[in-house]
T-cell receptor
């Protein structure tokens, strides 16, 4: 089925380790987003991309980097993981910037940093 | 500044009853969209309903309806005839022209349906 696929679904990291979360969409969407979800705080935007080769900072970008070398893929990197980065990470995509277009979400990645 | 406010962290509702989830928003943009998403315990984000700022009528989708009060900047979700499967976290979200048209979320409301 068409949609947004996130890998991995679960991961445990030790403090200081690095990892990359992959988001892939097959809907030809221009816009892609990475959010983190923490209890009581809803979803907060980390980074986003408005097209291939573009990235921009969101609300909580510190400690993360992203790349969008191909239109269908949006990678989120943690260079040196910290316990504060324990969270559920969601990738989302959208066809348009228009306010009547919502997002399609991936199923999430649960990351624990110990 | 917080754009979306959901003041109810958690709610209990009896099966077959209706429940209203509150959402207020802040924007100076005349054009915006309001969305509600459901997140069951399995974790995925499920789109429920959309309301545009220029829509004259309240949105409805099956058992979901949106009580849109533009002057009060509120967009409350009403779930009628609650079912056990409605137990989940519910997020209100808004997209306007500020911040590159990004979707901003409230903190969410957890709904527990009792048999």
């Amino acid at each position: 089925n068409a949609g947004v696929t996130q890998t991995p679904k679960f991961r445990v990291l030790k403090t200081g380790q690095s990892m990359t979360l992959l988001c892939a969409q097959d809907m030809n969407h221009e816009y892609m987003y990475w959010y983190r979800q923490d209890p009581g705080m809803g979803l907060r935007l980390i980074h986003y991309s408005v097209g291939e080769g573009t990235t921009a900072k969101g609300e909580v970008p510190d400690g993360y980097n992203v790349s969008r070398l191909k239109k269908q893929n949006f990678l989120l990197g943690l260079e040196s993981a910290a316990p504060s980065q324990t969270s559920v990470y969601f990738c989302a995509s959208s066809y348009s910037f228009r306010t009547d277009y919502g997002y399609t979400f991936g199923s999430g990645t649960r990351l624990t940093v110990v | 500044a917080q754009k979306i406010t959901q003041t109810q962290p958690g709610m209990f509702v009896q099966e077959k009853e209706a429940v209203t989830l509150d959402c207020t928003y802040d924007t100076s943009d005349p054009s915006y969209g309001l969305f509600w998403y459901k997140q069951p315990s399995s974790g995925e984000m499920i789109f429920l309903i959309y309301q545009g700022s220029y829509d004259q009528q309240n949105a409805t989708e099956g058992r979901y309806s949106l009580n849109f009060q533009k002057a009060r900047k509120s967009a409350n979700l009403v779930i009628s005839a609650s079912q056990l499967g409605d137990s989940a976290m519910y997020f209100c979200a808004m997209r306007d022209s500020r911040d590159d048209y990004k979707l901003s979320f409230g903190a969410g409301t957890t709904v527990t349906v009792r048999a």
